[in-house]
């Protein structure tokens, strides 16, 4: 649908549509451009403090996957005023504000309109410098794969809907999803990026596809290497998905395989679709380890060397 529009010939917009990037990317002048997104999403909780912490996080992520500094947000709200208490959503506010500020960010305003089921997220504006943004379209063979948190929320969330889950797992696994890509980005701007992207909606094996692609590589990535949440890989062996996955698995079917022969719920953790997932980088195997090392003492303790960039291999995704 996108490729029928007229392209944008506008020099100054230097990331637009066109690669399925995280964010746009517009130049002010020679030391500023703009990063610019807009992320909303359904409650993952019941506690609207948290799901605003939660939906900021996603929402202030795409920014952080640029290498950009988040500046100011913009609420966008779906509330559905006459079946929930205006307390809801000044907690779910509340949660978000927890996070801008955190981000070195401020809220600006925003927009509010009527909606069934309740939505929330941000539109976010940041800063970064025209010649250091990151895309997901510049790896290079012979890069390492450094993933910054691990994943399994989306059948985690599932699951404990029919309390298949501990509340340890499910504490952790909160706690992770509600922590931002700050850190992790700015540790990170220290090291030649070559491309990023964060991990959401399309899962590991999606979003690593879109870089992939973009990059006309080969990903060779480890699957123990991979950081998994507590018992979202158990889950799947009980027989528990979500309604994305098969949509995930289809989206990369053609353009996968899988080395290390696994069971098809062994697989399933690789279409899981993220909310506020970790970072997925590709920088020079020389500056991996030293890389790892600063963001583990910077407080990232799960970040993860996952794999490697190759030459194009006749799909765009190996797992081994």
Known sequence: MLASLPKNEDPNLLVGFETKDDAGVYRVNDDVALVTTADFI???VDDPFLFGQIAAANSLSDVYAM????VTCLNLVGFPADKLDPEVLQGIVAGALSKITEAGAVLAGGHTTEDEEPKFGLSVTGLVHPQEYWSNSGAQSGDALILTKPIGSGVLFNANHKNWVSDAAMAECIQTIASLNKIASEVMQRFPVHAATDITGFGLAGHGLEIAKGSQVTLEIEIDAVPLMAEALEMYHKGMSTGVNRVNRELVQHDIVFE??????HEEIFVDPQTSGGLLLSIPQSESMAALAQLHEAGVPQASLIGKVVPYQNK????K
Do not use: A, I, M, S
Request: glycine share 12%; no cysteine; net charge positive.
């Open 42 to 44: 359904t409650p993952p």
């Open 67 to 70: 290498g950009g500094r988040p």
């Open 260 to 265: 290390k022969p696994l069971p098809k719920w």
């Open 316 to 319: 765009f995704l190996h797992f």
